[in-house]
DNA sequence: GTATTCTACCTCGGAGTCGATATATCTTGT
DNA sequence: ACAAGATATATCGACTCCGAGGTAGAATAC
């Protein structure tokens, strides 16, 4: 996705588009060429994106890799119906974040927000006793978990604060275009 | 570093690993079985814990799994020189802090928050333009990268000042012990 | 001249994870 | 009496991903 992504910007070599995907992901997860590479060439036998070999500017020869209409039309299918990972897990959700503005519709749009709104509604109940019944943050004895579910709540509160004010948004303009 | 984490607490038997491995991990990113027992298996052929056949109190009998002295030394030296992927990856550094108490040393606590505050504080360029110019978020035109962004942030300065009091509050005590 | 470094691409083996599948037990509903 | 569902453990094949290694061109350092 994170390739797509990138390539409906503006076309890449490979190199480029490392570096991009490294400093995107958590913040410099760096990617491993045996992921990258493997992977361009999938999109590629999948018409998802075309090769055209250019002289290297700074040195070694450069594969410009260019998005296809096949190519948008998946990243745009992944974009519209995330698997659940991209939900639930934050890695993934801030990279389709990163990329939601290439579904065009600000309807669609809000849906996919409105998916992770519901996910972080649930409460965390993150530790549990002997019984398994779960622990509140003032009664655990580790200072680090009680850090982390404080973390964890006060870091929702302000994602949940922008997806509903982004959510709205996008309503109303949702509406404004089919009342034209 | 999770299954042993758990099993420090109280003895545990499979079933019961599973769901709170799950609620922990991300908030809830289900643990496969395919993952879990072979993991097992591996912890107790490497004598990090034993297992005893118990009747199950609901349905089928369990083994109830107990963390040896090996497997107490090695999660102690998963927690005090974690790999990289556990500063720099939210899922796993939270899966880390939930167990760092199981670490006695407060001056190596306070060394593993340390290496979390010092990723923390290198500023993080999300997107750049086609001459991989760093774009602030102020010229971003997707209103969900410019969200991203700044949600990266304020969820980054919240832990930072969690991670801040939580180093002094390490550092004092450590002194005190050292002082006595 | 030559070594090093950065750019740029690619492949292979191994490790880890998942999903499907299987088995068995006990409780609950019908 | 029987079916369904939760509990509980285990394996296997498929898949993904990474890290190590290799190739090569161009610039820079010594």
Redesign the pocket.
Known sequence: MAILGFLRDFPL??????NRVASL?GHV??????????????LEDAQCLT?R?A???????????EITQDGTDQLRRWLRDPEA?FITDDNKWYVLLAFLHHLENPREQALVLARRREFLDQPAQLFFDEQGAPIPPERLESPFRKGLMQIHRSTNLTEIDWLDRQIGELNRRAGFTASR
């Open positions: 070599h490979g190199y480029d588009l490392k992901a997860r760096p990617v491993a060429d045996g992921t990258l590479y493997p992977t361009i060439k999938k090769r070999t002289p290297g500017s700074v040195a070694a020869p450069r594969h410009m890799l990972g």
